[in-house]
């Protein structure tokens, strides 16, 4: 038979994919439907680049269909090792990248990967569960969640053990529990984690030593409620009230924002101020010009801080207090547009104050997140911030009465006491030569 007689036929190709079979490899089809008008033929290649050929050989399309799959799998695997979010692996940079390296081959659509994220995750899940159970030591949960902008729940759980013969600390993602938000959403969190946890089997529940989350009243809710289920499931008190970890991350933002409350009034009208600065082009531009004249390195208008992350908001004022000079110019200048005129010289002088003192806290946590922080490095990095709200106590009322740090060192006083409960507890439970019960 002659190759020239042989082509993929489209329909054929679009019915074998979505019934799952392989590509037809003996398609006979005149010379009409080898050559089909440009639209149809446009919509095919878009659809379909890597099956629309016109001089395949005989045993060409599955040949073409293995290959397409090693590829898929490929970036399947890159998305979940390299830790490629699902926006970047959507792009048409990603996209054009693959397709230079493969000479044409279009990646999966970011639906097709999570598909098959999820297949993995099902496929493995077994594997998991027998792996958690042959542990010789204890393991422990972290739990996070947030929502999307329609409000849609997600709790990612992740669990971590040491491994007795590296001495070295393992992680590895649990599951992602998709949750109705709204009241009640701690229930519904640890409820579902906790039957997971039970059809993953007995003995995985029974290795649990405690679990990290933040201190979010659903976070707490969603433990105490797992702490429940767990010790009426194995018949004991396992999992008792320490046993609860707070993140040491989120403490610490706890405690940064009492000191943050004292000056969210100065903080809020200059955050303001930037955003209407940065998004206007005129006021911009006019920014660049006085930016210039002033000599200053940078010739835009500091970022605005995310209010959620109290580093941000300390980069903010930081960076707008060395700016001070052209940001306070803008402001008087266009304070109609702005819809308020420049910060006072006190108000200035209390954003300086505030952000000095959270130099040291921001410079800790930055070296404790280019590691992997021990418990000792996080009760000592407590320790140092309780005494330097002590230090800075004094300074601090001599510049205004209400500048204090003493609510900041109550919520750091009160986490020091939770991390000393901790290391025996975990002791005994990482000691594969104490018997568990």
Not at 246 to 261: M, P
Not at 398 to 423: C, F, G, N, R
Request: glycine residues 4%; aromatic residues 6%.
């Amino acid at each position: 038979m002659d190759s020239s007689q042989l082509t993929i036929n489209y329909s054929a190709v679009q019915d074998s994919l979505c019934n799952d079979e392989s590509l037809p490899t003996d398609v006979r089809c005149n010379n009409d439907a080898q050559y089909v008008v440009n639209s149809k033929r446009k919509r095919a290649r878009q659809s379909f680049p890597w099956a629309y050929t016109r001089d395949w050989k005989a045993g060409d399309p599955i040949l073409e269909r293995q290959q397409r799959q090693k590829f898929e799998n490929a970036v399947v695997d890159y998305v979940v090792q390299g830790g490629v979010t699902l926006r970047a692996a959507g792009s048409e940079h990603f996209k054009q990248f693959v397709g230079a390296l493969t000479h044409g081959y279009e990646p999966p659509s970011t639906r097709t990967i999570l598909r098959r994220i999820v297949e993995l995750h099902r496929v493995l899940k077994p594997a998991l569960a027998a792996f958690l159970c042959n542990l010789n030591v204890a393991i422990s949960l972290t739990l996070d969640g947030w929502s999307n902008r329609n409000l849609k729940g997600f709790y990612v759980v992740t669990a971590h053990w040491v491994d007795v013969v590296t001495m070295k600390t393992k992680s590895i993602l649990l599951t992602i529990l998709d949750v109705k938000c709204g009241a009640g959403v701690g229930v519904r969190v640890e409820t579902d984690l906790f039957e997971y946890l039970k059809r993953m089997g007995r003995d995985v529940v029974t290795r649990i030593l405690n679990v990290t989350s933040d201190h979010g009243s659903d976070a707490t809710n969603a433990v105490v409620r797992l702490f429940q289920l767990v010790n009426i499931f194995v018949g004991y008190e396992q999992l008792r009230k320490c046993n609860h970890v707070r993140c040491a991350d989120h403490s610490v933002q706890l405690a940064v924002l009492q000191v943050l409350k004292l000056i969210r009034q100065p903080t809020e009208q200059l955050r303001d101020g930037l955003v209407k600065m940065r998004r206007s082009k005129v006021i911009r531009q006019q920014y660049q010009i006085e930016a210039l004249h002033s000599g200053l390195g940078s010739k835009e208008p500091t970022h605005a801080d995310l209010p959620t992350r109290w580093n941000s908001t300390h980069q903010m004022c930081d960076d707008a207090f060395r700016k001070r000079v052209v940001v306070d110019t803008i402001m008087d200048q266009y304070k109609d547009d702005i819809g308020h005129g420049a910060l006072k010289d006190l108000e200035w002088q209390v954003i300086s104050s505030v952000s000095s003192f959270l130099c040291a806290p921001r410079q800790v946590m930055e070296s404790l997140a280019d590691c992997k922080p021990t418990l000792d490095l996080v009760s000592l990095s407590i320790a140092m911030f309780i005494k330097h709200c002590n230090d800075n106590e004094q300074n601090l009322q001599e510049i205004h009465d209400a500048l204090t740090a003493i609510p900041m060192k109550m919520k750091l006083q009160s986490y020091e006491k939770k991390l000393v409960q901790e290391p025996a507890i975990i002791a005994a439970y990482l000691n594969p030569q104490i018997p568990k019960r």
